[in-house]
């Protein structure tokens, strides 16, 4: 089982600076590199205080200035959102700027919100097939001379330029949930990133089950699957009911920006009452601490084994939590020293 971090900027207030937000999450990428972690993740977003993360190229090139070893991915870019030749050319001229340390995850995207200001009219299923069509063309673009006539794309022979420094371009990984996205990664030889959100063990199989099955039915399998999951390493009981509060409280949000039906302010969404809270049965704090990979670290140590016993070559510890920059730093310092020590 390998590790990774999976983290963005996020703005709960308007009284928080982002110099500071950018800050700590600079110190939790570091802290990744420093202890052994793998990669680094981070996403696209747009217009979203919640997650902030308008270039996930920028921000992976900045990250490769205050690390030496870790692997930097988009967790994930929203292909619908990129002509193929922009996405090609600036994912090669990440590479050559981190040294060949690029990873690309991808996906459709999943907020109406966004698809609403990037793509009017767009709906889920146009912004699926509008990454089936682009993102094999990322491959042969970095090959050279690709010519395209698609449903969403056409253009003349063209070249990425620069071409990637890493010998036949970035690993790239698919967001995948259903079999259709499944199928897509795998018959692309492209690697599977999966997350049950607020989901629990239940659906982390189900996952592993829709990727072993595909995999099955086309005598073929990628070379990685990734499980991302929401974590807290806890220092006791106490902390860990904590945890499961603040992440309750996270994922009732997360579900307010994807219904996509408050008022939108200044990039902050209206405030959640604690009524409204209290009210949200499903991401109750008993069921955040059943569900995500909370615990202390003996109990974190024993969830993650069981995901490595279905398969998953690697974990990512998503650390988006709407806690202070104390807790995180907490939280990730003793993943590191004693969560990861045992999976040697």
């Known amino acids: 089982m ?42 696209e977003h747009h217009g979203m205080e919640f997650t902030i993360a308008p270039n996930p190229f920028t921000t992976l090139v900045d990250i490769a200035h205050h690390t030496k070893n870790v692997r930097l991915g988009t967790g994930t870019v929203i292909v619908p959102f990129w002509h193929p030749i922009r996405l090609a050319g600036e994912a090669a001229m990440a590479d050559l700027m981190t040294g060949g340390r690029i990873e690309i995850g991808a996906a459709r995207g999943a907020y109406s919100y966004e698809y609403e200001r990037m793509i009017p009219g767009m709906d889920a299923w ?26 969403y794309h056409s253009f003349p022979a063209t070249s990425s330029a620069p071409k990637p420094l890493q010998e036949n371009g970035p690993p790239i990984w698919v967001a995948a ?28 199989t189900k996952l592993m089950k829709t990727y072993k099955d595909t995999c099955a039915a086309h005598a073929k399998r990628t070379h990685k699957i990734m499980l991302l999951h929401h974590t807290y390493v806890a220092s006791d009981a106490n902390d860990s009911a904590r945890a499961a509060q603040e992440l309750s409280r996270f994922y009732s949000y997360f579900g307010a920006w994807f219904q996509n039906k408050r008022p939108v302010q200044q990039g902050l969404i209206q405030t959640l009452s604690e ?17 995500l990979t909370i615990g202390t670290a003996q109990e974190v140590i024993d969830k993650i084994k069981r995901y490595e016993d279905l398969g998953y070559d690697e974990y990512s510890f998503w650390i988006d939590s709407g806690m202070s920059p104390e807790r995180k730093r907490a939280s990730l310092a003793r993943f590191i020293d004693d969560v990861m020590p045992a999976f040697a």
């Open 2 to 43: 390998e590790f990774s971090l999976f983290a963005h900027m996020e703005r709960l207030s308007a009284d928080q600076p982002h110099d500071q937000l950018y800050a700590s999450f600079i110190d939790l990428c570091k802290m990744a590199d420093e202890g052994g972690m793998r990669a680094i993740w981070t996403g």
């Open 126 to 151: 146009d912004a699926g097939q509008r990454m089936r069509e682009t993102l094999p063309l990322v491959r042969k673009l970095w090959q050279g001379d690709c010519a395209h006539d698609g449903t």
């Open 177 to 204: 949930r259903d079999p259709n996205s499944h199928e897509f990664a795998v018959v692309n030889d492209f690697d599977v990133q999966v997350t049950p959100l607020w989901q629990g063990i239940e659906e982390i």
């Open 275 to 291: 009524d409204e809270l209290a009210a949200n049965k499903m991401m109750s704090p008993e069921n955040m601490a059943r569900d």
